[in-house]
């Protein structure tokens, strides 16, 4: 007889599920190095070489008509001059995928002015199918193609995924792993190691994944049986299945409760006073969703909410060669909106580095949590945010859209993204393709920002990121257990400081919202509308236990625009 074995770690998403074991393997460690010019010319070659392989593979099993679409394909991978703008930015120092991506999107941005030469004719062939279709558009077709394959090549194949209903067990799991995995037919999370405030753990929170983390070197081998307790941060390997109803398979009784782990200073102590009320006469914040992916439309009711407060788009665009697709930003970004109808959705434009990696752009490494990411990533990176900014603006022509940028320190950084977007709204009118400036805000989370609130008056509004604010507050970082009272013990001076926030954004006249895993606790919602915040934005399946606690309605009215901000329909206060 199998004798059940328990292991006690810390819960980071609650819930309880069962099944087989998935051990995963173990992902190399972050280089800390971008890799030589010599490295990303190898690997963009390598890319390329796969794509025709692949085109080669197309063509030998297709008729006649698509072999020759597929030939002339090669044909261009295989012209020199199609390669050589992307090698000599790399000889710049850009990384393989942003110097392939920005290098076809200028040829192809250049064939789209020479096809404006022979509007006339264009216009005749799209209204007319009998027409002769101009070339300029045939090929600019073909070269995105081609960019998406290169680029996915880059990527490198996607992880294999894991089988459905299984629990992943490994010292850690990435956001992607998580992303490209289909959890509805069950399954939950087991982690050596981990973190309650980690991405991944935010994600299980959302998606309502049972996640245990912190269990150390956990036992057992593939398809045996273990049981997640996400609530009480508890795991049992090989569980007697007579107990099973009893020991965790019951619905758990506070789907909605925020494990104690994940913020255990924001529970009063012993013999602690509770949360004040909110102040007479606080107005109820509007309660707003949280977006990871589009699968999260599925839980969301658009009738249940007030607007989409943060969509991370960087969860929502999983590959070098979405995140580098204009057509492909502006599809989702429609979906969302078509989703909302016609309620407002706040677009954070993409935080990567960090802890988060995109395979083909950024390696990732939590180590970095200080250093280039968020803003100043796509800063360094304008080709990249330019792709994303075009994709915002044409997005804002069809609904009410407003832009969050990530990890602002200086009043700078967001002038130089202010005028980005003017120089790329004036270029998508000259070329005649519909779109409108959006509203630009920031994520109020680098303590030197939340300091001089007050210097950025050239924000349309504000969003408070708790998670990443707590832990620059605390110097502690979110994601290591070894400091974790550190990072909890920082409750007192982020409430000092959020009501700092909040005063300036009212002499500045902005709305300021919070989103994290604050927004998202029952026992801080008297406090927090206290404190006067516009809206608090918490993934969908929390709504519910919040808006419990506020005891709110829908339908509370949207603060003002900003002077110069956009339209009253799209004025910020969802952040």
Sequence with gaps: MVVPREFRGHPASPGRAV????????????????????????????????????????SAGANAESAGILDFQIELLLDGELLAPALARIDRGEGAALAFAAALNDQIEAMASECSESAS???????????????????????????????????????????????????????????????????????????????????????????????????????????VDGTQGLACLNPDPRLLPEAGLLPDPHPDATPRAVAPALHAAPGAAPFP???????????????????DLDTLDPAEVDGVGLVRTEFVLTSAAEALSEERHLTVYRRLLDALAG?????????????????????????????????RFLLAHPDLARIQARALIRAAAHGPVSVLLPMVTLPAELAAMAALFDEETARLARQGIEGRRP????????????????????????????????????AA???????????????????????????????????????????????????????????????????????????????????????????????????
Excluded at 277 to 295: I, K, Q, V, Y
């Design 343 to 375: 309620k407002p959705v706040t677009l954070r434009m993409l935080d990567l580095g960090g802890d988060k990696a995109l395979a083909g752009l950024n390696e990732g490494d939590p180590a970095g949590m200080l250093g280039l990411r968020g803003v």
């Design 121 to 227: 004719r264009c216009s005749e062939a799209k209204q007319d199918e009998g027409a002769e279709v101009d070339p300029f558009a045939l090929r600019a077709v073909d070269l995105m193609d081609l960019q998406h394959r290169v680029l996915d090549a880059l990527a490198g194949r996607t992880r294999a995924d894991f089988p459905a209903g299984a629990v992943y067990v490994g010292r850690d799991m990435p956001p992607s792993v998580f992303l490209a995995h289909d959890w509805s037919s069950g399954g939950a999370i087991a982690l050596g190691a981990g973190s309650t405030a980690s991405h991944v753990a935010l994600l299980a929170r959302a998606r309502g994944v049972p996640m245990v983390v912190g269990l150390g070197a956990l036992p057992g081998e593939t398809g045996e049986a273990l049981l």
């Design 439 to 474: 509203p630009l805000g920031i994520m109020v989370e680098v303590p030197a920002a939340a300091l001089t609130l007050d210097l950025f008056g050239q924000a349309a509004f504000f969003s408070v990121g708790s998670n990443d604010l707590m832990q620059y507050l605390a």
């Design 19 to 58: 099944g087989p074991v998935h051990r995963a393997g173990e992902p190399p460690a972050p280089s800390g190095r971008a890799g030589s010019a010599a490295e990303a010319r190898a690997a963009l070659k390598n890319a390329v070489n796969r794509a025709v392989y692949e085109l080669r593979q197309l």
């Design 277 to 295: 009320a909110a102040a007479g006469g606080s107005e109820t914040p509007l309660l707003l969703a949280n977006l990871d992916t589009l699968a």
């Design 477 to 575: 970082a979110r994601d290591n257990p070894a400091v974790a009272p550190l990072y909890a013990g920082a409750e007192t001076a982020m409430f000092r400081l959020l009501d700092q926030i909040c005063t300036a954004a009212r002499v500045l006249g902005r709305p300021v919202s919070l989103c994290g895993d604050l927004a998202a606790e029952p026992a801080a919602a008297g406090r927090l509308r206290a404190l006067g915040l516009h809206g608090l934005s918490v993934a969908p399946r929390r709504l519910p236990a919040l808006r419990a606690a506020l005891g709110t309605r829908l339908g509370a009215t949207l603060p003002p625009a900003a002077p110069g901000a956009g339209s009253p329909d799209s004025a910020p206060g969802q952040a």
